[in-house]
T-cell receptor, first 112, second 113 residues
Framework: DTAVSQTPKYLVTQMGNDKSIKCEQN?????MYWYKQDSKKFLKIMFS???????INETVPNRFSPKSPDKAHLNLHINSLELGDSAVYFC???????????FGPGTRLTVT | GDSVTQMEGPVTLSEEAFLTINCTYT??????LFWYVQYPGEGLQLLLK?????DKGSNKGFEATYRKETTSFHLEKGSVQVSDSAVYFC????????????FGGGTRVLVKP
């Protein structure tokens, strides 16, 4: 009965490859997010979707493309992976007007 | 733009010691304020929150009070345990639509037996 789940938990790949990370929430929330956490634990929002519609895009390179097939899912596709993309990526969800966000367990991406 | 500043760690304490982590913020209007905790190898969990001035959030022995006059939301716990070892993040969310959380840099806390 995990509230926010992500797959895979670990992802190791080579530069130049394309990869996807999936996120699902079973909380009935309207809004979902992707965050990036760097090696120093600094967290920064990347995208936010509300009812499948993009509402926040924080100057992320266009190699990153979020896709929301329905309001319970928000996937992150990354093209032409670079070394600097290595990080932990967290998915989160919340009610549209609420302040509390629920986070997934994270996906550790390592680009070699 | 909005920003959150919290004390840099690591903070190393002995069990049963008093913990304070300072957090100050800059924001337009009156945001909601949060403390999140990240245990080793896990995602973030909401620890406590406050939505208006003078509100006190509390959970698991932790407390923080929303101080509008000093734009602060300091986290305190009277007696820490080894299990409190984690990274703590202060965050704010504006009341406008979009609900974007802005995080501080995180403070690593290590409690030794």
């Amino acid at each position: 009965d995990t509230a926010v789940s992500q797959t895979p938990k670990y992802l190791v790949t080579q530069m130049g490859n394309d990869k996807s990370i999936k996120c699902e929430q079973n909380l009935g929330h309207d809004t979902m997010y992707w965050y990036k956490q760097d090696s120093k634990k600094f967290l920064k929002i990347m995208f936010s979707y509300n009812n499948k519609e993009l509402i926040i895009n924080e100057t992320v390179p266009n190699r990153f493309s979020p896709k929301s097939p329905d309001k319970a899912h928000l996937n992150l596709h990354i093209n032409s992976l670079e070394l600097g993309d290595s990080a932990v990526y967290f998915c989160a969800s919340s009610q549209a007007q609420g302040g509390e966000q629920y986070f997934g367990p994270g996906t550790r991406l390592t680009v070699t | 733009g909005d920003s959150v500043t919290q004390m840099e760690g690591p903070v190393t304490l002995s069990e049963e010691a008093f913990l304070t982590i300072n957090c100050t913020y800059t924001a337009t209007g009156y945001p909601s304020l949060f403390w999140y905790v990240q245990y080793p190898g896990e995602g973030l969990q909401l620890l406590l929150k406050a939505t208006k001035a003078d509100d006190k959030g509390s959970n698991k022995g932790f407390e923080a009070t929303y101080r509008k006059e000093t734009t602060s939301f300091h986290l305190e716990k009277g007696s820490v345990q080894v299990s409190d070892s984690a990274v703590y993040f202060c965050a704010l969310a504006p009341r406008a639509a979009g609900n974007k959380l802005t995080f501080g840099g995180g403070t690593r806390v290590l409690v030794k037996p």
